[in-house]
T-cell receptor, first 114, second 112 residues
Framework: AAGVIQSPRHLIKEKRETATLKCYPI?????VYWYQQGPGQDPQFLIS???????DKGSIPDRFSAQQFSDYHSELNMSSLELGDSALYFC?????????????FGEGSWLTVV | GEDVEQSLFLSVREGDSSVINCTYT??????LYWYKQEPGAGLQLLTY?????DMKQDQRLTVLLNKKDKHLSLRIADTQTGDSAIYFC????????????FGKGTHLIIQP
């Protein structure tokens, strides 16, 4: 079965640079979530989208922005990168605007800021 | 805000049952989830339970929910070395595309 696809799987950026992560949800899923997991930490919710509209907002820094496109894929844009942004970034998807009960995660994108 | 608590470590012998416990504070939680994360890997959805249920069984996994005490547990029968991982409890509050609140995760260590 198709899963949540994230790209790139790994990237290395320098401080103050910009990075963009992409997420392709499971087919027919209309809801996308972004999470950040620091080393040894639990995943922290950043932001979610339903039908291309922002739905819920968590601890997303102002330097980050995201959107969901007409084909339901989503991109997380991170600017003015800091060392503390080094983390594993997960995308997850579900259907039904979040009322669906199954939320599936991608394998994550490892971001290292040097 | 919501809070989810888990023990950080659990050590069991191969073949025994593992019971991982979780407590949460949000009384409006609708769904509660268990995810498994192996080293360097993503989050694998193991199972979930709706808040109006008190038990759910799926092969070797049994989830028990005590809504009054806001206590959730995951029992893994006949624990194998492949079960070694971090297990995250997560809860979702009200409707809409609300984000999940995760616990810190329980490291399950399997002794031979």
């Amino acid at each position: 079965a198709a899963g949540v696809i994230q790209s790139p799987r790994h990237l290395i950026k320098e401080k103050r640079e910009t990075a963009t992560l992409k997420c392709y949800p499971i087919p027919r899923h209309d809801t996308v979530y972004w999470y950040q997991q620091g080393p040894g930490q639990d995943p922290q919710f950043l932001i979610s989208f339903y039908e291309k509209m922002q739905s819920d907002k968590g601890s997303i820094p102002d330097r980050f922005s995201a959107q969901q496109f007409s084909d339901y894929h989503s991109e997380l844009n991170m600017s003015s990168l800091e060392l503390g942004d080094s983390a594993l970034y997960f995308c997850a998807s579900s259907s039904g605007g979040g009322y669906g009960n199954t939320i599936y995660f991608g394998e994550g994108s490892w971001l290292t800021v040097v | 805000g919501e809070d989810v608590e888990q023990s950080l470590f659990l050590s069991v012998r191969e073949g025994d049952s593992s019971v991982i416990n979780c407590t949460y504070t949000d009384s409006s939680s609708t769904y509660l989830y268990w995810y498994k994360q192996e080293p360097g890997a993503g989050l694998q959805l193991l199972t979930y339970i709706f808040s109006n249920m008190d038990m759910k069984q799926d092969q070797r996994l049994t989830v028990l929910l005590n809504k009054k005490d806001k206590h959730l547990s995951l029992r893994i029968a006949d624990t194998q070395t492949g079960d070694s991982a971090i297990y995250f409890c997560a809860e979702r509050g009200g409707g809409g595309a609300d984000g999940l609140t995760f616990g810190k995760g329980t490291h399950l260590i399997i002794q031979p």
